[in-house]
């Protein structure tokens, strides 16, 4: 039985982000990669909307200039054929402010003769904010 | 083949939030569900974990007073056996401020004997904080 194309995927990422080492991530995005981690990009330039391998590879080393990940548990994942989705729990230190970051993540992958055509990411984006400012930010309380 | 519990989920749910019908829903929840949406549960105390089909039909009596739902579209849905996830826009309106809410949603459910018996839902909750407000937040900058 093959590997799943996400733990390819997931192993390369994660190493290009820590060691900066893309090569392995490189043979692993398909040319014409559709990219997107929904999030705040006025405070996070690298997140936002990708299209294509050298964007994606671009965006890859950026965020391995801004983050370091220490930790990630999968809390759930459905795989399908050519696909796979999973909910997350990262640990993260932004390398900028030193912080530690908790972050909770959703990410829906499609491949194509296994590499990464498509992905979607989610995560709880207000709670990543707080966190990189290190302090709560006021909200007024909305109920009907 | 019969139809997968995620659709009649879905149904019962969009129908207890915008026609206050909740009874298609009870048959459909697990006594023990373990339920949470990620989110600023200050400024929305709707949000967060609850456990039990008490809570959970409360909560969404709850959503129910708070928003209603014009419009979702699902980009990706997985299906398993027994378990689904989505990535889905919704378009809302908080009934509070009256103001239009355009949403990125990402759940992952599991079901047991047809009833909902966990979810997790997370969502782009600073893109949400700043519609509700209905300004932008001012954001510093982080990047190494």
Same mark, same amino acid.
């Not at 640990?91 to 402010?97: I, V």
């Not at 829906?108 to 296994?114: D, I, L, N, V």
């Not at 966190?131 to 007024?140: C, E, K, R, V």
């Given at each position: 039985?093959?590997?799943?194309?996400?733990?390819?995927? @997931?192993?390369? $990422?994660?190493?290009?982000?820590?060691?900066? !080492?893309?090569?392995?991530?490189?043979?692993?995005?398909?040319?014409? /990669?559709?990219?997107?981690?929904?999030?705040?990009?006025?405070?996070?330039?690298?997140?936002?909307?990708?299209?294509?391998?050298?964007? /994606?590879?671009?965006?890859?080393? !950026?965020?391995?200039?801004?983050?370091?990940?220490?930790?990630?548990?999968?809390?759930?994942?459905?795989?399908?054929?050519?696909?796979?989705? &999973? =909910?997350?729990?990262? &640990? $993260?230190? @932004?390398?900028?402010?030193?912080?530690?970051?908790?972050? %909770?993540?959703?990410?829906?992958?499609? +491949?194509?003769?296994?590499?990464?055509?498509?992905? %979607?990411?989610? =995560?709880?984006? +207000?709670?990543?904010?707080?966190?990189?400012?290190?302090?709560? $930010?006021?909200?007024? %309380? =909305?109920?009907?």
């Amino acid at each position: 039985m093959t590997e799943h194309s996400l733990w390819r995927f @997931s192993r390369a $990422l994660h190493r290009a982000i820590n060691e900066r !080492q893309p090569q392995d991530l490189e043979a692993l995005i398909d040319d014409d /990669v559709d990219w997107a981690i929904y999030g705040p990009i006025d405070m996070f330039p690298f997140l936002g909307a990708r299209r294509g391998k050298e964007a /994606v590879l671009e965006v890859i080393r !950026q965020i391995a200039e801004n983050i370091r990940i220490h930790r990630f548990d999968r809390e759930t994942v459905m795989l399908g054929v050519d696909s796979a989705a &999973s =909910m997350m729990r990262y &640990s $993260l230190t @932004s390398l900028e402010s030193n912080k530690p970051i908790s972050l %909770r993540v959703a990410h829906f992958a499609q +491949f194509k003769g296994g590499r990464l055509s498509n992905i %979607r990411v989610l =995560m709880d984006s +207000f709670d990543l904010v707080e966190q990189a400012l290190g302090h709560s $930010l006021h909200l007024p %309380r =909305m109920t009907a």
